[in-house]
């Protein structure tokens, strides 16, 4: 970026085939050279008009956002003139929803209060757990946010957002909700310059609220997130942003780093005891520490290469083992065939598995639905039939041939 009094140039660089601009708040100019754009409403996104795609690079023009919290605590709850869309709330809503925004929101206190109170309740005062991995599918019959707020009470960003989003229309407190991307990963180029590389892991989402003379202001209420334009509390700077603890291999002995390394060992040894086997004859027994060296090392060479012939058996293995997560075993084993995207959640990460095998699709979601059942259901009910397990490693089998007739 290149800073000039009170304002800095952002030079965003897209990928081809991206056809939106980022921006970011604080926007008080643009320059898009030579590219075509229109603004699409009511979302207000910026979309490239031209026939042959995205890709490119184009500069923002960014004013550093001062909020000024104390003017906002002075606004009261008024209609909003031509804002009546953002206090829509949809119907069959349950009315416990609307009993909780009222209790959140009671008293003589001001808009910016009522708004913090709901912030506040669903980061932290309302014990709600954030998870990618853990966050279930709405069950039919149920509200989506009624379900989340009562029911589930573990979610990821777009549960809370749009829980908040929610409470504030119930509130009489104009909100939207916002999807876009937080800042991503910084790095220093060989420049000198500040680089942030914004992937799908970058995701996100938050609620916006209308305060008159001010405009759209975003909150947090996504617990492990921050909002740097309205977080009023110190915040650990270098926290590495990683939000999700879940959808990551499982760490074991029988990973493939592991294997590897045990396998290297085996010559050692072989040679060791091939060394020892004959006092009496030291050349005879350096002749036979070598053959026998060849023929483990070979061993190791043919394990290695066929190593993930061996990842069912050891699937099935870790299965019948009573202190290892069934769970975590299904998903280290199909992470063998396709990594996890840490903005996943469970069933979308397992759609792009059924993606690949659609026969066994079924199947697939019998094991999903299982596991979210069983998340929610009463301790002493949470058993899964076994059989939902073995069935998800003959998937893995199918995905495997497949990929390796796809090969020759």
Request: aromatic share 12%; charged share 25%.
């Amino acid at each position: 970026p290149e800073e000039d009094d009170e304002t800095v140039d952002v030079v965003i660089e897209r990928e081809d085939n991206f056809t939106y601009f980022p921006y970011t708040y604080g926007l008080v100019d643009a320059t898009f050279a030579e590219m075509n754009f229109e603004l699409i409403q009511p979302t207000e996104q910026l979309r490239n008009t031209d026939a042959e795609g995205g890709g490119g690079s184009y500069t923002l023009t960014l004013i550093d956002q001062e909020i000024d919290f104390a003017g906002l605590n002075t606004v009261g709850i008024e209609s909003p003139i031509g804002l009546e869309e953002y206090l829509d709330v949809p119907e069959g809503v349950p009315q416990r929803v609307w009993d909780l925004a009222a209790e959140l929101t009671a008293g003589d206190g001001t808009m910016y209060e009522k708004v913090r109170a709901l912030e506040q309740y669903l980061r932290s005062d309302g014990g709600f757990r954030y998870s990618l991995r853990e966050t279930s599918a709405v069950p039919d019959g149920f509200d989506y946010v009624d379900h989340f707020l009562f029911e589930s009470r573990i979610g990821y960003c777009d549960n809370f957002s749009t829980a908040m989003v929610i409470l504030a229309r119930m509130s009489g407190i104009p909100a939207r909700w916002a999807k876009g991307f937080n800042s991503g990963t910084a790095t220093i180029g060989d420049d000198g310059e500040t680089y942030y590389a914004v992937t799908n892991a970058n995701a996100h989402s938050w609620p916006e609220i209308f305060f008159p003379g001010e405009g759209w202001i975003p909150f947090e209420p996504t617990p492990a997130f921050r909002q740097p334009l309205t977080d009023t509390e110190q915040v650990d700077e270098t926290s590495d942003g990683d939000f999700d603890e879940a959808l990551v291999p499982v760490e074991s002995a029988t990973s493939e780093s592991d294997m590897v390394e045990n396998e290297s060992s085996v010559p050692s040894e072989s040679q060791e005891i091939a060394d020892v086997a004959d006092d009496g004859n030291e050349v005879s027994g350096r002749n036979w520490s070598r053959i026998v060296g060849a023929l483990v090392a070979f061993a190791v060479g043919i394990l290695f290469v066929w190593r993930r012939k061996w990842y069912p058996l050891i699937a099935t293995w870790l299965l019948g083992v009573p202190f290892i997560d069934s769970h975590r075993t299904i998903l280290w084993l199909f992470a063998q065939v396709l990594p996890f995207e840490r903005s996943q959640t469970l069933r979308q990460y397992f759609e792009e598995i059924a993606d690949m095998v659609p026969m066994h699709r079924k199947t697939i979601v019998r094991y999903v639905t299982a596991n979210e059942e069983s998340l929610y259901a009463p301790v002493d009910e949470r058993v899964i039939d076994a059989s939902i397990y073995t069935d998800m490693i003959t998937v893995y089998r199918v995905i495997q041939i497949s990929q390796e007739n796809s090969s020759f």
